[in-house]
């Protein structure tokens, strides 16, 4: 719900941001550990519960930095088979929907090519959608996200919202050295 009096980011904005910070948390560390404490972050309850007082938290554990080149070179694949950086940089106030969704549907497809070529990507959890699990003690928490009122330890018992997705492998091509990354799709010049 939102409370605040501004409106609410459309579906097609929402793609470009949530877009952008997928890069910029591949190729910012201490940009992808500020998204992990606003996803930590306690979210409002509907009503108060009482809760034993929490344990101290473990020390956290030291961030990999991450190298913005492969990010940058996932970024050009989905310029160059998907137009996706033309699509949301350009302003699409002045487009109807359907123009919208004719554009979608191309930058879709490229997507979906690029990541069928660089990627193998399984669900994270086989059940179906909507099916009631039981997460043991000792579940990887890294792979499953608990949602909703959630108290006390694990057994969790609960409804699967979302499969999951986990990259099993990755293929990105390999770049000569000399290579800018940072250019995701040269200038066009025509003669």
Known sequence: M????????????????AIGAFFRALSDADY????????EAPQPAAAPVATPAPKPAPAPAPLRVAT?????????LFQREARLIDF??????AYSDADIGAA????????SKVLREHF????VRSEAEGSRIVLEEGFDASAVRLTGNVVGSAPFRGALSHRGWRASNVRLPKLAEAHDASILAPAEVEL
Do not use: K, M, Y
Not at 32 to 39: F, G, K, W
């Open 68 to 76: 913005p080149d492969a990010a940058l070179q996932l970024l050009s």
């Open 104 to 111: 979608a549907r191309v930058v879709h497809e490229g997507c």
């Open 2 to 17: 939102n409370n605040s009096s501004q409106p609410l980011p459309s579906f097609f904005s929402r793609i470009s941001i």
């Open 88 to 93: 949301t940089q350009e302003n699409l106030s």
């Open 120 to 123: 193998t990507i399984e669900a």
């Open 32 to 39: 992808a550990a500020r998204l992990t404490r606003i996803d």
